[in-house]
């Protein structure tokens, strides 16, 4: 049984920064990050495989996200990042993270990861 934790969140106002952590109980390979405002389905944000820092595919980002937050994985901390700035109103939601993306599925297929945090709340104000 692998346990995720995430911490980093809070309140904040519209364009600024946070970052959140996620640390693994277990070695785990492609953390990643997904969301869900209330009253949304939950959707992906972001995604660091493990490959990445051996040549491996870089990161993926939703459209929504891209050039505002950055995903690491930093492996002999089993801890993912993701650090997020120029923070929206639309970013408001509940970020979970994710571990162990099977192989085959698209980055951001929910059904494709196997492990899950409990969550931790941003809340972006104007």
């Known amino acids: 049984q692998v346990h995720l934790v995430e911490s980093g969140g809070g309140s904040v106002q519209a364009g600024g920064s946070l970052r959140l952590s996620c640390v693994s109980s277990h070695d785990t390979y492609n953390m990643g990050w997904f969301r869900q405002a209330l009253g949304k389905e939950r959707e992906a944000v972001a995604l660091?495989?493990?490959?990445?820092?051996?040549?491996?595919?870089?990161?993926d980002y939703a459209d929504s996200v891209k050039g505002r937050f950055t995903v690491s994985l930093d492996k002999t901390k089993r801890t993912v990042y993701l650090q997020m700035t120029n923070l929206t109103l639309e970013d408001t939601a509940m970020y979970y993270c994710?571990?162990?993306?099977?192989?085959?599925?698209?980055?951001?297929?929910?059904?494709?990861?196997?492990?899950w945090g409990h969550g931790t709340q941003v809340t972006v104000s104007s």
């Open positions: 994710a571990a162990d993306k099977r192989p085959g599925p698209q980055w951001d297929d929910q059904q494709a990861y196997t492990w």
């Open positions: 660091a495989y493990s490959g990445v820092y051996i040549g491996g595919k870089r990161p």
